[in-house]
């Protein structure tokens, strides 16, 4: 384990609430291709996510793209409520892509 994520788990560790930390393991765990838990950290930040909803379900919907497609569009669709300039991004392009990539 690097020692970044190690530094991330233990302040999970002390507090479980800190949505941006989560967001930051969910992340890791998808660049690494971990998905299932890459969606485990991430759902639990958009729960408690305050600000940055928008960014948390777009990266959640990300993860879900190859594991149940359906649910990941829903998610999609309610991240570009949230925050319409995520439409069109680098990671994603034309919302036409999304799930294009199996």
Not at 34 to 62: C, H, P, V, W
Not at 73 to 88: F, H, M, R, T, V
């Amino acid at each position: 384990m690097e020692f970044g994520i190690e530094v991330a788990l233990m302040q999970e560790q002390d507090n479980p609430t800190d949505f941006i930390n989560l967001y930051n393991i969910g992340l890791y765990y998808f660049n690494i291709g971990n998905m299932n838990d890459s969606i485990k950290y991430l759902e639990r930040s958009a729960t408690i996510a305050d600000s940055q909803k928008g960014d948390i379900l777009f990266q959640l919907a990300k993860s879900y793209e190859n594991i149940d497609l359906e649910k990941g569009k829903k998610i999609l669709d309610e991240a570009l409520k949230i925050s319409p300039e995520l439409e069109g991004n680098f990671y994603m392009g034309s919302r036409s892509y999304y799930g294009a990539r199996k």
